[in-house]
């Protein structure tokens, strides 16, 4: 089980090289946006979806079901660790390139499937595809390296795979427009595969030879395995399609201009939770997937989300009391229209993560199927209001809807871990996390609309991020304030090569 400052020393290795991913993906946003503008943004951000939804659809869950897996093999021994990631590995490219040739086909025959708006730009759809297995597999090396108990090295991968693809989108597009995007992005996939591959064998012994024999074992030993697959699958795919939905009826009712907007908006309302959500995948998953007592799975998720709510109010509010700075900083002046429906996206954000949490803590319990109905509930709801608002509200009807969507999502964790587990949330977590999300509202409601750059509606913004920060920081223990404290001496340890073993005992 995990200190307390062991945890936080674990967390904020990841949350370093987090930042400068974060960095990656928004310089990779404003460049494109530039070069593309609105209209094209919003195509690509349109078939960006389209690759990752395919991607989810046809890895059947195997990358996230094999973390949950691998984290067991591993916590008994590297000699079981290695044949079972190894089977995993192979597996996935078989099904990675079934799914390329599936995919490929069902848009060469229904190339007007999204709308007449894609219609065309059905070529580097296709092009987009071809890169299916990179994405594919590329994820699941950072999570084997994650099981592995190697967080930060995970983290590093993850970071030099986005920075690959980013060049390469951004020099294709600059070469070759949406096309030439493309086929940046599917050259630096496979050469990041190609390294990944090299990482992998040399850090953990992955290979492409044996393997099978191991899952086909684990298989027959944890019948629960298919189910957990079935379960993570049905999540994924409630996820992807949702969101590919609601790109779709806004590409559809409210054009492409409008498109590239909420790409925009959920570009800068996802940064909230884009140190959180690596953090929950390659720190907390694994950890409460290990074989350890059930308190002590409870105790880590607890401790995290409590430590997470920092990192939450510290990246929602700076959005939300200056959305319009925000855009042009990252953006450009062309996408300032989002700005009203910002401060939305970023509460939604701010839900999504402390379901996430405590969904990964019903996952660790085995409460797989649950966690697949959560999901669908949660995302599908969303969608279906989205075609319901987005034509009255626009944007703001987008946001609406997911928000609604993530209230579902989250209060069902909740009432599932207190009915079915007997388990309940600390109620330190429940009143910081009512806080932060009030907090949040409240800055919407009171500086919505108004000239974030005049003197007085200026400094009672920073006024009011002061006065919530502060209430906020007088709710933390003793301990954890020293730990925030600690955090300068803690970066320190970043990048000496420890490996999560090191830090974290199991």
């Known amino acids: 089980m995990a200190t307390p400052g062991c945890m936080t020393s674990a967390i904020l290795t990841i949350t370093v090289i987090q930042v400068l991913t974060i960095l990656v ?18 195509v690509v951000s349109t078939i960006d979806q389209v690759v990752m939804t395919a991607v989810q659809l046809g890895a059947l869950g195997i990358p996230f079901t094999a973390l949950k897996y691998m984290s067991q093999a591993h916590s008994r021994g590297q000699q079981e660790f290695r044949p079972v990631s190894t089977g995993f590995l192979r597996l996935l490219s078989v099904t990675a390139v079934v799914t ?33 297995p990179a994405v594919t597999l590329n994820i699941f090396l950072v999570n084997t390296l994650a099981a592995a108990e190697k967080p930060g090295t995970a983290a590093q991968l993850n970071l030099a795979v986005m920075l690959s693809l980013a060049t390469g989108a951004v020099v294709g597009g600059w070469a070759g427009g ?32 044996g393997g099978a024999s191991s899952v086909i074992r684990t298989l027959r030993q944890r019948p629960s395995v298919g189910s957990a697959a079935a379960s993570v699958y049905l999540a994924m795919a409630a996820y992807s399609l949702s969101l590919l ?51 002590s799975k409870v105790s880590a998720a607890n401790t995290f989300a409590g430590e997470m709510l920092v990192f939450l109010m510290v990246g929602a509010l700076p959005i939300v009391l200056f959305p319009n700075i925000v855009l042009r900083l990252l953006f450009t002046s062309a996408f300032l229209p989002a700005a009203g429906a910002i401060g939305l996206f970023v509460l939604w ?43 009255r509200l626009g944007l703001p009807g987008v946001a609406l809807s997911l928000l609604a969507g993530m209230l579902l999502y989250g209060g069902a964790a909740v009432v599932r871990l207190r009915t079915r587990h007997l388990i309940g949330i600390d109620s330190r977590v429940v009143g910081r996390a009512g806080f932060v999300v009030g907090a949040v509202l409240g800055a919407i409601l009171l500086f919505g609309g108004a000239d974030e750059l005049q003197l007085g509606p200026l400094g009672l913004r920073f006024l009011y991020a002061i006065a919530a920060v502060g209430v906020l920081w007088r709710s933390l223990t003793p301990a954890e304030r020293n730990r925030i404290r600690s955090m300068p001496r803690a970066l320190l340890g970043v990048g000496r090569g420890r490996s999560m073993a090191q830090r974290v005992p199991p």
């Open 25 to 42: 993906a928004l310089v990779r946003s404003k460049l494109l946006s530039v070069l593309l503008g609105p209209a094209d943004f919003g």
């Open 100 to 132: 390329t040739l599936l995919a490929s086909a069902f848009f060469a025959w229904f190339p007007g499937v999204l709308g007449a708006d894609l219609l065309p730009y059905r070529w580097p759809t296709q092009l987009a595809l071809v890169g299916i």
């Open 178 to 209: 949406v096309m030439g995007l493309y086929a940046g992005v599917v050259i630096a996939g496979c050469a990041a595969l190609i390294v990944s591959l090299l990482v992998l064998r040399r850090r953990v012994g992955l290979r492409f030879s």
């Open 245 to 295: 939905a609601v790109r779709a009826t806004v590409l559809s009712d409210l054009g492409a201009v409008q498109a590239g907007l909420l790409q925009a908006s959920l570009s800068i309302a996802l940064t909230v939770g884009a140190i959180l959500t690596p953090l929950s995948n390659l720190f907390l998953g694994p950890l409460v997937n290990r074989d350890i007592p059930v308190a």
């Open 349 to 391: 954000q701010c839900i999504s993560q402390l379901g996430y949490i405590y969904q990964q803590l019903l996952i660790g319990l085995d409460d797989m199927f649950f966690m697949a109905v959560a999901t669908v509930l949660g995302y599908g709801g969303a969608a279906f209001l989205a075609v319901i608002l987005t034509p």
